[in-house]
């Protein structure tokens, strides 16, 4: 099925990083001299083999901050960027009406710790689903629990898991569930195709792929960057 399927990679960067507590888009944080926390994510995607293009979403008030990331870059795929919309699936919807691809594979951009081995096992594993997404197997116990925080369920620690990016979808099929659902509250993409019953291959990740949601997360990222060189 890949052979020959055109892929889109969207790069999500449109979020107020209000959690990050420094007033400013955690995207576009230096991790060292030569890049920032978008270019580590923006150039993992240039170099996969099976990406064709890539869009990122941004704020309008910070499109040149991206432009001016986008060609520091020595890139040899098409990069555009489309404009973010209040929530995460606005930015989504935004960025998949802009391309023709077959398939679209999904990634925050403050994940920046990103493997070319998840994104291929992505991307291949759209042989035989509509939907895929990395993910990690809880470490903790979860439980679920009522409006006033009474414990009403606990899963299962060995089927639970902390869902991350990438996710990759096709790319039709995900714009007809967003036009659908777009009155629906939900937190990633997987969960418009779960509201039809869509199966969603999880591969399992690592948990270096985590995504920056405090300053204290930056550190970490530094780190583990620092060291694989």
């Known amino acids: 099925m890949i052979k020959g399927k055109k892929v889109t990679a969207i790069i999500l960067a449109a979020g107020d990083s209000i959690r990050y507590g420094k007033n400013r888009n955690k995207n576009f944080e230096a991790i060292n001299e030569e890049n920032t926390v978008l270019s580590y994510s923006l150039n993992e995607f240039n170099k996969n083999n099976y990406i064709d293009n890539i869009i990122i979403a941004t704020k309008p008030n910070e499109v040149e901050n991206v432009k001016q990331i986008i060609s520091r870059q020595n890139l040899s795929k098409q990069a555009n960027i489309v404009f973010g919309g209040g929530e ?30 998840y994104i291929d096992k992505c991307i291949e594993s759209m042989d035989e689903f509509k939907g895929v997404t990395m993910g990690v197997k809880a470490t903790d116990t979860i ?13 299962q620690r060995s089927n639970t898991w902390a869902i991350q990016t990438p996710q990759c979808f096709e790319r039709k099929t995900l714009l007809k569930m967003h036009e659908k659902y777009k009155d629906e509250e939900v937190t990633d993409d997987c969960m418009l195709l779960e509201k039809d019953n869509y199966k969603i291959k999880v591969i399992e990740g690592d948990y270096t792929n985590i995504k920056i949601t405090t300053a204290n997360d930056l550190g970490v990222i530094k780190g583990i960057i620092n060291k694989g060189k």
């Open 88 to 117: 995460r699936k606005d930015s989504v919807y935004n960025a998949i009406k802009e391309t023709d691809s077959d398939i679209v594979i999904i990634h925050d951009g403050a994940r920046p710790v990103i493997r070319q081995e």
């Open 143 to 155: 439980k679920i629990a009522n409006d006033n925080n009474v414990v009403v369920n606990s899963t």
